[in-house]
Each structure stands twice: as C-alpha cells, then as structure tokens.
C-alpha cells in the first residue's frame, strides 16, 4: 500500500517525539532510581496517580471524541465547533481543580505539599488542546511541544534533583514544563481556528457523545493508575517504586505504538465518513502488520534481558523489578493488537459502545485480580492484573469487529511473528548464561536479538513472498 505523504511526515513527528521519550528514561529512570530511591519513587508515582484521576475528569473523552470530531466538520464550521468542545474542557478544568484542592487537603495531609505540586498537572490538562491539532492531522507542533517538555524537564532534573529530599522540587519541573508546553501549543492554534463566541445550544450536542468516550478513558485508567493506588493502600510505597520503574521501562517501546494510533484515527474518521471502506481495510492491515512486528520485538525483548536490565540500567536495590518487568511486558501483545482495532476501527467508525463494553470488562478483571493478589503477591499481582486486563480488552474488542475484519487472516499473519518473539527469548537467555552481568554484555544480547529476530522475520517475509 502506498502510504500518504501527510501520513508518513505525521507518523514521523510522532516517532521522533517517541524516540526522545526513549532517550530520556534510559539517563533519568536511572538518575531518579538512585536519587530519590524506591520511597520516593514510590511516593512520587502515588501521588501523581492520584492527581491523574482528577486530570480524568477534565479530559473527559475529549482526547479521542476532540479529535474525530474536528476531522469530521468542514473547515468553514471548525470554529465553532472547537470553541464549544473547549468551553466544556475550560469549565471542568476550573471545577476539578477545586475539587481537588479540598480532597488533597482532607486525605493526602501525608504528601500534602507533594500533592499541592502535582495540581499543576490540572492546569495542563485544561490547557490541553492537542486534539485539535490531531485532528487537523498537522503532529508536527504536538511532536515539537512533546520533545521540548521531554529535554526541558530532563536537564532541569539533572540540574535542581540532588536527593530525596528534592522531591517535590521534581514533581514542580516536570508539572510546570507540562503547563509552559500546552501553553505553547496555543500559539499556533490560530492558524486552524478563530475566537468565535458559543452559545450553550453549541455545546449541548456534544455532551453525551463525549461522556459515552469518557468511560472507556475511565476504566483504562483505573487499571493504569489503580494499580499504584492499591499497591499504596495495600503493600508498601517501595512496591510501588518498583512497579513504577517497571512500568516505566516498558511503556517506552509502546510509544511508538501509540504514535501510529494517533496518527491513524483522524485519518481513519475521515475514511469513515467518506465510505472509504476498501483504503480503510487497506490501512489496518499494514498497520497491524507492523505494530506486531515491533510489539513481538519488545515484548520478548524485554523479557529476556530483565533479570540483568534491572539491576544494571536502575541500580542496586532494584532486584525486584525483574520478574515485573517479564510480567508486564507479557501485556504489549495484547495491547499492540487492541490499539489498533480501537482507533483504527471501532472509534473512527463510532462504534463506541463496543469500546465502552470491552474497556469496563478489562478495567473490572483487572481490579478484582488486583484486589485478590496484591495483599499477597504485591507488586506482582498488580502486573497479573494488567496481562489479565489487556488481554480481555483486546478479545473482546476483537470478538466486537469479527464481522467487519478478516481476523483469521490477520491472526495467521501475527503468530509467526510471535513464534520469532520467543526464539529470540531462548536465543537471548542462553547467551546471557554465558556473560558476566554488566553495561556491555547487556548491550551484546540485545544486539544478538536484534539480529535474530531480524533474520527471522526475513525467512517469514521471503517465505510469503515465495507463496
């Protein structure tokens, strides 16, 4: 398939803002693990939970609702349409954040200035106007904000972070550079839209749609950020340190997942409303074919080098994060596959109540998994919640397009790519039994997986060709 230029310079802006997320982890997870420790780690990524749910509550759906519905309109109606989309944002920002300031008041008094610090994330979120710019298909500024966040609030940490007591002066850069960056995503946002008064009939239509896209925003995060919730109610703030790092080191590699689903959605509504069903199946193919390719790479990838990994890239202390790095990265498959069937087909196409169904029976295995298994597995029995969680998502939102989709075809297409995944893993292991642990004998395995991996998928790609 030939893909648009618009699509490749956008997917581009996206991976290169990802390949900054890549890097900056690998100098501050290591930095922060040995500066702030497993406690206030583990404090940090609790708090931040926290003033993540209330964040929930201004975003809504806009994320995704925001996006497909400025794709859809007429430039002539783009206006109005993102004014009254933003006075709703606006309105619930102002509402959260004063409710978040009397709920940090009554039940955070532990981490009360910690958590004073994190409200600054409310006021990104309401400042958040990144949708618009998605669905006008134009990353580059989004990408440009994204990085400028990513280098800002990494040299601030190497400069002001000096030990655990400089907590909360980390929480304040990283939220302060997330507000200075939405506020420079306003800058350009004339170029697309004019201040345009709305009236509440503008805003009306809009309410229950978004709310209906908001569900599934809720429960997918309930089941990202209640895991660190429960773990700091039910086992210890070291336990959410490590499940924090962990997390940490395999959700890099899904940015680029995510990148090509930002990408895809509001060029895929735009299909969508046009009837373009033959160019739409074209386009989910190809992109199943490769978020597969590199979400079996990771997955296995990462499972294999985790027992030297963790101690090796996060330090001393940090033992226990292996077997949680093997765990979640058991989860990338499942997500992989579901990330594309959610915003390359049941969004764009609004088929919003599949969405809705599967994401509540994910978000509600993962909290009773989580509510069986934390008291005695800790933090590995928040990542059994999360495999648990993503692999019912991704089946039942498969189940959900079985009629519109070749699933068969694709799912023959996919397990050979897992089959390479787990050769590789063995390949890596073996290797690894055989080298001292250390900065260099990891670098060698991963190249060694690489390699085979690579060779792999070409025997299977020569082989289908040959068909």
Known sequence: MNVPDQVKRNYLYQAGAQAVALLTPLVATPYLARTLGPEGNGAYAYTFSVVSLFGLLIMLGM?????RSIARVHPSSRSRAFGSLYALQAVRGLTVMALYGVFAGAFMQEYRALAWVQGLHLLAAMLDISWLYAGVEDFKPVALRQTAVKLAGLLLTLLLVKEPAHLARYAAVIAGCMVLGQVWLWQGAGRYVRRERVTWQDVKPHIRPELTLFVPVVAVNLYKMMDKVMLGGMSTMAQVGFYQQAEKIVSVPLGLVTALGAVMLPRLSAMAARGDEKGSQRCIRQSLGWVMLLGSAFAFGLAAIAPVLAPVFLGRG?????????LQAASMPFFCWANVIRTQVLIPRQLDRAYVRSVLLGAVCNLAVNALLIPGMQAAGAAIGTIVAEGVVCISQTVAVRRMLPVGRYLRETL?????????FLAVRCLMRLLPVGLWPLIGCIGAGAAVYMLLVWCLWRRRRCR
């Open 416 to 424: 050979p790519l897992l089959a390479a995944g787990g050769v590789m």
């Open 318 to 326: 940090y033992e226990p994060c292996a077997p949680l790095i093997m």
């Open 63 to 67: 994320v995704s609702y925001g996006s």
